[in-house]
Every structure is written in structure tokens, then in C-alpha cells.
């Protein structure tokens, strides 16, 4: 498959168009942004890390059945994927508080919720990536109530095949935001990335953050974590 012309570039990949309309090429970029943004950086390596971790995860959810995106891991840092319709809302699951819940609403740190806490955000750089409740979304036809509801729904699916694996190998999923596209039929699948640019992992035994949390707090050792992190993943998923 070839790669052409590039459509887009974002803070963690670029998209090419190949020979096949209906598909697209996800290169992993080495950039590291916080803050939206605001705090940059690059690590060698960091897009191969991503890119290995997830494609082996997005083939779990898929085994457990949600579809996404992906079609094959093309090389250490391309994939190659199925051209979808971005929905612009960042879904994020909450299993532990942390990081912007904490700051908001002055929950602890640390403190596991009683159940996963789904929230929407608008994929807007330009606004700071502002949370959205349903009407919101609706109202700015970012979506339907259906699809809402469906967005819900299949991220506290992925949470539910997500969680007890990482349990597995001795890390606990704290939080994480995934995307999703409208195909070319209209179904929604599972789309972007996950890994630790998007996801938080603790040491289940240690606590020590295994994400991109180091750089953010400047904890140093990014790419070390990363890289425990797809050890911990490969070994597992054989």
C-alpha cells in the first residue's frame, strides 16, 4: 500500500491517502504536547512505542467485539487504517480520580469512583478542548442523541475489556480518552490511538505513572515507561 499525499497532522500522528479511497495510512509521530498543546517536546522512539501498544490493543477490543479502525500495523510507526469520518468529541473514562476531575471538583486524588465516569469534550484546540454535556453535542450537531448514546455505551464496553487486562499485568487503568468515525455506512468505530499518550497507568504495586504524566509533571523517564508498559502489553498478548 502505498503512501501519498498527507490530509492531516495532529499532535501525536499524521494521515496519508493511499491508492485505496476507502483507506488511509496513521503515521506515529515522536512529538510529545500537553496542556493542549502549550508544553512540546520529542522523544525518540515514542511513535514506534505508541503505535506497537496500539495496534496490540486495539486488537483485544476488537477479539471482544468493537470494531475500529484499524486494518494492519504496516511498519514500527504506520498503520494502516479505514478511512473514517472523525465524530470531534474526545470521549474520556474515568476510573480513578486525577488530573482535571480533581482540579474541578476537588475529588482526591487517587480516589477510585464507584462506577466509570463518561465525559465529553469538544475536539476544538482553539477553545482548550472544552467539556460538552449531551445537549451541548447535540445542539452543535456534533452528533446525534443516538450516537451519543452509542458513544457511551461502546466506551464503557472498551473500559470493561480494558480494565481487568491491565489488572492482568499489574497496572491500573486510571483514566483514558478514545475518538471515534463514521464509516462509510454510518457505523461507528473505534478510532485514533491508545496507549500511554492517551491513557493513564499506575503500578499497581508501586503507583509509580507509566504515561505520559512524566511528561506532563516532568517526572523524566518517558520513554523508559513507555516502554515497560509494551513489555508488560507483548507479554500478555502473544
Sequence with gaps: MNKKEQIYEGKGKKLFATDDAATLIAEFKDDLTAFNAQKK??????????????????????????????IKRLDETNHLIKKTQIIPIEVV???????SLTKRLGIAEG????????????????????????????????????ELK?????????????????????????DFKVEFGRDQSGRILLADEIGPDSCRFWDANSGEKLDKDRFRQDLGGVKAAYEEVLRRVEGALK
Aim: hydrophobic share 45%; glycine share 6%.
Design 41 to 70: 517536546a520529542q522523544e525518540k522512539g515514542k511513535g514506534a512505542l505508541n503505535a506497537a501498544i496500539s495496534a496490540k490493543l486495539f486488537r483485544l477490543i476488537e477479539l471482544n467485539g468493537v470494531s475500529t479502525h484499524l
Design 93 to 99: 473514562v474515568r476510573n480513578i480520580a486525577t488530573g
Design 111 to 146: 480516589v477510585k469512583l464507584p462506577f466509570a465516569l463518561v465525559e465529553f469534550y469538544y475536539k476544538n484546540d482553539n477553545l482548550g478542548d472544552p467539556i460538552l454535556n449531551d445537549e451541548h453535542a447535540v445542539l452543535m450537531k456534533l452528533a446525534s442523541e443516538n
Design 150 to 174: 452509542t458513544l457511551k455505551e461502546l466506551a464503557r464496553k472498551i473500559n470493561d475489556i480494558l480494565r481487568p487486562f491491565f489488572e492482568s499485568i499489574q497496572l491500573k487503568l486510571v
